[in-house]
T-cell receptor, first 114, second 116 residues
Framework: DTAVSQTPKYLVTQMGNDKSIKCEQN?????MYWYKQDSKKFLKIMFS???????INETVPNRFSPKSPDKAHLNLHINSLELGDSAVYFC?????????????FGPGTRLTVL | AQSVSQHNHHVILSEAASLELGCNYS??????LFWYVQYPGQHLQLLLK??????LVKGIKGFEAEFIKSKFSFNLRKPSVQWSDTAEYFC??????????????FGQGTTLQVKP
């Protein structure tokens, strides 16, 4: 069984479009995260949610809007896509917000904006 | 600002060679330290972690790391690498104490290639 899953795995789209990436975890965790990995492989936190409540919002453009319909899902919606949004987006989850808790990562979604 | 630096971007070793990957962080408070690995085509997974106690921590697959507080370092080691250790390795730091939000700050990763 896949612990943290993301769809789609690959996403190719034109500038200006709006797209969503979905994330689901079946681990019973209550905290979920979105990370962005740029072309230089830097992984950077974007958002985290705990029990559907926003905990971390790291100076991400407001074109990015996370949505957590329940604690097993954290979707990422991106409006007006730009070339610089091209990256690999990773979802992760953990028990609680404590740094002591291991984060489990999804397989990533490679977004290419043309 | 908090940051993590991994000195080696690309390391090529022969099987049975010893490995040491450097990791330094900049943060003055309590930290939790991690090494994650991403094997080709697979998810990021935890290799090992340090929260407190013995600064020498052991992880899966024979890896270990040593936390040296005075050097702000958390280097990853393995005495004898195998071809199957070929992967991307990421060091990460999470501020602890009152700054604890679970946020992971990653280094830029090291690509390890082990030649059979």
């Amino acid at each position: 069984d896949t612990a943290v899953s993301q769809t789609p795995k690959y996403l190719v789209t034109q500038m200006g479009n709006d797209k969503s990436i979905k994330c689901e975890q079946n681990l019973g965790h209550d905290t979920m995260y979105w990370y962005k990995q740029d072309s230089k492989k830097f992984l950077k936190i974007m958002f985290s949610y705990n029990n559907k409540e926003l905990i971390i919002n790291e100076t991400v453009p407001n074109r990015f809007s996370p949505k957590s319909p329940d604690k097993a899902h954290l979707n990422l919606h991106i409006n007006s896509l730009e070339l610089g949004d091209s990256a690999v987006y990773f979802c992760a989850s953990s028990y609680g917000t404590s740094a002591n808790n291991e984060q489990f990562f999804g397989p990533g979604t490679r977004l290419t904006v043309l | 600002a908090q940051s993590v630096s991994q000195h080696n971007h690309h390391v090529i070793l022969s099987e049975a060679a010893s490995l040491e990957l450097g990791c330094n962080y900049s943060y003055g408070g309590t930290v939790n330290l991690f090494w994650y690995v991403q094997y080709p085509g697979q998810h990021l997974q935890l290799l090992l972690k340090y929260f407190s106690g013995d600064p020498l921590v052991k992880g899966i697959k024979g890896f270990e790391a040593e936390f040296i507080k005075s050097k702000f370092s958390f280097n990853l080691r393995k005495p004898s690498v195998q071809w199957s250790d070929t992967a991307e390795y990421f060091c990460a730091v999470s501020p602890g104490g009152s700054s604890n939000t679970g946020k992971l700050i990653f280094g830029q990763g090291t690509t390890l290639q082990v030649k059979p």
